[in-house]
């Protein structure tokens, strides 16, 4: 896995979002909820968001620091269940507030489960982080004060509220979670565009070059797993409060830190932009094939298990076909293509 981050010595997003790109996105941010119906916004838009977010935060970490983790979805538990229960336990934080140091407590956990990175390194440092994972998911099951004593062990969205407007509804849950993903896409930006982002860079290109020159190795990798586990941890609350609305442990299993690394490797590694496009693929394209499926009318010859199990097989291999033909993920081919544009206009004006 070290060799996905490894590999990649500049940004696989070639085309920076200026000024027109950051302001179209904005418009067509606070166009959605006029245009995408409630079904839209809950089952696809606001998932896509929060997927996209915890692969922003695991970029940082693989990406541009170089470093692996198999536990994205332990420290997106932290997140949830931190913030559930500040929220609970002290009603008169507000909702911000909470979110920030659910992320602050993530990133502590992620600081303390990083400390092996200083030793180890490939597939032992994955190991290493995977433990993360069957810890947290065993800790949240069986301590039921972290759930404040539910007899179903889960946890129950709060009345989601900022500033006293009311954010319950479908298009108050996508307004948190949009203006959420951007700050954090912002955070991003300027930590990668900081001596922190270069430091984390010479890291993963070349480690021991990176020592000669003075950066402090150890400090910059585990303040890669605190911001990455931050990252993760505020994903993980609006995970649970915005889009899942009652969550435990097990919405946080292993299979979720796959899907979050499956969207850093589709989306493409060291590219922000493409943590969107990966959560995208990673939440649509499922949808799309079963539209196919019944659109075809299999689905009225072969039994609803038979159709489930064939459309995962198909969707694996598309992950597969996608990695072969295209590795540096979908920002990649994004980029070229919108290259290949331009070009070819700036061509056609030409006297």
Known sequence: MTSIASNVGQPSWPIPLGRIGIAAAVVVAAAIPFFGSEY?????????????????GLNLLTGYAGLVSLGSAAFMSIGAFSAYNLLLR??????PVALVVAGLIAAVFGVLFGLPSLRIRGFYLSASTLGAQ?????????????SNDSLTL???APRLEVFGYDLNSAVGRYTLVAVVAGLLYWLARNIIDSR???DWMAIRDMETAAAVAGIPIGRRKL??????????GVAGALWAFCYLGTADAHAFDLDKSFEVLFIVIIGGSASLAGNFL?????VLTPILLDLAVQAAGFDRYIDHGTVANGLRVIFGAIIILLLIKEPDGLASLLGRFASL???TGFKRRKP
């Open 223 to 232: 303040l890669a797993y605190g911001v990455s586990s931050f990252f993760c």
């Open 40 to 56: 839209w916004l809950n089952s696809l838009i606001i998932p896509t968001i929060v997927m996209g977010t915890a692969g922003l």
């Open 134 to 146: 069957f810890f947290f998911e065993w800790l949240f099951t069986n301590f039921h004060w972290f």
């Open 90 to 95: 002290a009603p008169l934080v507000p909702l």
């Open 196 to 198: 922190i982002g270069r």
């Open 154 to 156: 889960t946890i129950s």
């Open 341 to 343: 544009i331009a070009r």
């Open 278 to 282: 990966g959560a995208a693929f990673i």
